[in-house]
Nanobody, 124 residues
């Protein structure tokens, strides 16, 4: 499956962005989906994940209550609504797909497909 992330940009602290990830090539509903991010000088970290039908989600503690992950299987797209952004959210955000499990997994090693990343910059 091929993934194309978009929606990043520059936003002030307290603002919001909606990231999108369009999938193509395979049956989208066969994949669990996730968002990860990598800040400058840091390792890539888990942000959010959801299962094949969007009925189960998982979030990193740092974004819980501020970010919302959803999917539209009819549009082959997964979204990450980011609210109340803080400078620490500045990173390249990557969407990923796993065909190995259908539940919402936080484990990077289970994701075999990755998008190219979209940059989110939050100014103070």
């Amino acid at each position: 499956v091929q993934l194309q992330a978009s929606g990043g940009g520059l936003v002030q602290a307290g603002g919001s962005l909606r990231l999108s990830c369009a999938a193509s090539g395979r049956t989208f509903s066969n994949y669990g989906m996730g968002w990860f991010r990598q800040a400058p000088g840091k390792e890539r970290e888990f942000v959010a994940a959801l299962n094949w039908n969007g009925g189960s989600t998982s979030y990193a503690d740092s974004v819980k209550g501020r970010f919302i992950i959803t999917r539209d299987n009819a549009k082959n797209t997964v979204y990450l609504q980011t609210n109340n952004l803080v400078p620490e959210d500045t990173a390249v955000y990557y969407c990923a797909a796993t065909g190995r499990v259908l539940y919402a997994t936080t484990r990077q090693g289970l994701y075999g497909y990755w998008g190219q990343g979209t940059l989110v910059t939050v100014s103070s």
